[in-house]
């Protein structure tokens, strides 16, 4: 089932109902067909995409701070084997502009090692558990009950969303050198680009435009946050390395970058004015129709 209201156009409740349990019932699928070889990055893509749709129920679920708390911390478990793989996608990547790439062998072997060590270190377990999780949440979702009125918190949700995400990129434009401003700012888009998915079927021109700009920008800043990830890890683990110093140049350059198109983007994303109130009236009329 796809992260999107369904075409048969139910109540806001069930709507959620549907997509959540399936996307989660996604993530147990993934893990029977493929045991401990399950893709890590679909079963943290799944925990993302629920997350983001859980923000919408927040003050009206009494148990979605928990269950976001524990997906959370079931996918972190499996973060480490992806975060070194995708440093290394980024490092690969960087040093193919250099023409002798060979010159950056001693980084890359650091790289290498990390991957071996955290998949070494992965928890044989934590694959199931997470299936686990997802099978009790995907339970959970079709017995929840709503304190008051779906609508009016769903609508107030969505529109904190976006404000946490305007604000977010407000405090990156003034500290275009902190990476933590950065990544909160990516973390709130992306939470809105779930949410905008799912109410895609509303009005699919439109939003299909809307989600695009989106997503363009959360590429450039998820390209920023892998080589601030990058320059951290290999600074930590190779100070002394002279190839750093070489690297370092590149890395800076291309982080600053796109540190500017993301701002530029974000400019014109957040001229625009919040979403939530117009959505309710489309839904509305979409929902009659």
């Known amino acids: 089932m796809k992260l999107a209201y369904p075409a048969d156009r139910p109540k806001l409740l069930p709507a959620l109902q549907r997509v959540l349990g399936a996307r989660a019932r996604m993530a147990c699928a993934e893990v029977a067909a493929h045991g401990p070889n399950a893709s890590v990055f679909e079963l943290r ?55 002798t790439p060979s010159d950056f062998d001693s980084l890359r ?8 060590l955290s998949d070494a270190a992965l928890d044989p377990d934590a694959i199931a558990q997470f299936a686990d999780m997802m099978a009790a949440f995907a339970q959970a979702v079709t017995e929840m009950e709503i304190r008051g009125k779906t609508a009016p918190s769903l609508w107030h949700n969505l529109a904190r969303t976006w404000d946490k995400g305007h604000h977010a990129y407000a405090a990156a434009c003034h500290a275009t050198e ?16 779930y949410q905008a998915r799912f109410f895609k079927p509303i009005d699919p021109k439109t939003m299909r435009q809307h989600i695009a700009q989106v997503d363009g920008l959360a590429r450039v800043l998820g390209a920023h946050n892998d080589l601030d990830v990058l320059d951290m890890y290999l600074r930590t683990t190779c100070p ?35 979403p939530a109130e117009d959505w309710a009236k489309v839904w509305q009329v979409w929902c009659k129709g």
Not at 251 to 262: D, E, I, S
């Open 45 to 99: 893509k799944r925990s993302k995409e629920l997350r983001g749709l859980l923000r919408l129920l927040r003050g009206g679920w009494d148990a979605a701070p928990d269950w976001h708390g524990a997906i959370r911390d079931a996918a972190a478990k499996l973060a480490p084997a992806r975060d070194a793989e995708v440093m290394l996608a980024t490092f690969d990547s960087l040093t193919a502009r250099r023409r």
């Open 109 to 116: 072997y650091a790289l290498l090692d990390e991957i071996d």
């Open 178 to 193: 902190d990476a933590t401003a950065f990544h909160d700012w990516r973390k709130r888009l992306k939470q809105h680009w």
């Open 240 to 274: 002394g390395d002279p190839a750093l110093d070489r690297l370092a140049l590149d890395l800076t350059a291309l982080r600053n970058r796109h540190a500017q198109t993301a701002l530029t983007l974000g400019a014109a994303l957040y001229n625009q004015p919040n």
